[in-house]
């Protein structure tokens, strides 16, 4: 587990992405704790208001729908969507998902 401070770090003081780091490691939401180690090992890389991004205008605040991404989307994939912050990178997120549906 992460010490405040390396959250604080991670967010880049971005205060959408603390909530999101805060949210995900909140040990009361059942839920979180049992997405949160994959989640943060694929997020590693991701800082600041890309993790904001993914979390609130790609995934609609859902952990669920951001455990979904991180785990079936590349790294390289959820990178470029986050990078675009213009609600683009939602699109491409959810044009990929479906496409594995329909195959």
Do not use: H
């Not at 967010?11 to 989640?39: K, W």
């Not at 890389?45 to 951001?66: A, M």
């Not at 785990?71 to 959820?78: D, I, L």
């Amino acid at each position: 587990m992460k010490s405040i401070n390396e959250i604080v770090e991670w967010s880049q003081g971005n205060p959408g992405a603390l909530t999101f780091l805060m949210e995900l490691m909140n040990p009361i939401n059942d839920l979180a704790s049992q997405i949160i180690f994959p989640v943060l090992d694929k997020l590693e890389k991701t800082r600041g208001t890309n993790l904001y991004v993914l979390w609130s205008d790609i995934c609609e605040r859902d952990i669920v729908k951001v455990a979904e991404v991180v785990t079936v989307c590349s790294n390289e994939m959820v990178e470029d969507a986050c990078d675009r912050q213009d609600y683009s990178g939602r699109k491409i997120i959810d044009d990929y998902l479906k496409s594995l549906i329909k195959d």
